[in-house]
C-alpha cells in the first residue's frame, strides 16, 4: 500500500504561483510512474502532469504546459508541482496519484492505483 498525502493548496491572486507537494508513505513511490489530477465541482478529474519513475518522461496538459512545473525527490519519497501564473480557471481540487505498473519510461494519463485526498487551489481574480 502506499499513502499519498498532498499539502502547498491555498488562495492566491491571479498570476501568483504555488508549489504543491505529495509525501508518500508505506511502499516507496520511487519506481512507480506519478502524475497530478484536479477536479471542479460537477466535472470529471482531469490529469495535469505526469512524471515517470525516474524523471525521464514527463507529460503536461494542454492548460498546464508553460507554466507548471512536476518534478520528484524520490529520495524523499514525494512529488511536487509548481505552479506559476496562476489563473482562476486553475481553482480545483488538486490530487496526487500513483502508479501500480512495473518502472518504465511511460507517462499513463488514466488508471492511477493510489490517491491523495486532495489540497484545494483556489485562484482569485
Known amino acids: 500500500q502506499v499513502q499519498l498525502v498532498e499539502s502547498g493548496g491555498g488562495l492566491v491572486q491571479t498570476g501568483g504561483s504555488l508549489r504543491l507537494s505529495c509525501g508518500a508513505s508505506?511502499?516507496?513511490?520511487?519506481?512507480?510512474?506519478m502524475a497530478w489530477f484536479r477536479q471542479t465541482p460537477g466535472k470529471e478529474r482531469e490529469f495535469v502532469a505526469g512524471i515517470n519513475w525516474n524523471g525521464i518522461t514527463i507529460h503536461y496538459a494542454d492548460a498546464a504546459n508553460g507554466r507548471f512545473t512536476i518534478s520528484r525527490d524520490n529520495a524523499k519519497n514525494t512529488l511536487y508541482l509548481q505552479m506559476n501564473s496562476l489563473k482562476p480557471e486553475d481553482t480545483a481540487v488538486y490530487f496526487c496519484?500513483?502508479?501500480?505498473?512495473?518502472?518504465?519510461?511511460?507517462?499513463?494519463?488514466?488508471?492511477?492505483?493510489?490517491w491523495g485526498q486532495g489540497t484545494q487551489v483556489t485562484v482569485s481574480s
Open positions: 496519484a500513483a502508479d501500480d505498473a512495473p518502472p518504465g519510461f511511460g507517462v499513463p494519463q488514466s488508471g492511477y492505483h493510489y
Open positions: 508505506g511502499r516507496t513511490i520511487s519506481y512507480r510512474a
